[in-house]
């Protein structure tokens, strides 16, 4: 039996990987820019994947639920406001380095 889970965080890692290679190895400025990009996108899911709990509860706390018993069952929402701010800050990031490389090209060419 294949833990879909398990294939799930392997599958984030592996994506990573191919990220930090593309930025590393990579020479033309468009592709490393690709690579940060999955790089970020890759290590958002794997926060968000860390935070998730199987079969858990929104982060609401119901009425009449004691704090303790909801804790326990409860999704961590903190990853997922981490994760949010993160998305806004790189769609910035690459919007800022997409402009530096399109500069670059004019000033090259």
């Keep these: ?11 984030l890692v592996l994506t990573m990987i191919v990220g930090i290679y593309g930025v590393t190895a990579r020479k033309d400025l ?16 794997f926060v968000v994947a860390l935070g998730y709990r199987i079969n858990g509860k929104p982060p609401i706390l119901p009425s009449g639920e004691s704090v303790a018993t909801f804790a326990k069952t409860a999704v961590d929402p903190l990853p997922q406001a981490l994760v949010i701010t993160a998305v806004v800050i ?12 399109i500069q ?5 060419a």
């Design 90 to 101: 790189g769609m910035a990031i690459n919007v800022l380095l997409a402009f530096a490389i």
């Design 30 to 45: 468009v592709k490393k820019l690709i690579s940060l990009t999955i790089l970020g996108d890759s290590a958002n899911a």
């Design 1 to 11: 039996m294949i833990d879909l889970w398990g294939v799930a965080i392997v599958s």
């Design 104 to 108: 670059l090209r004019r000033v090259e």
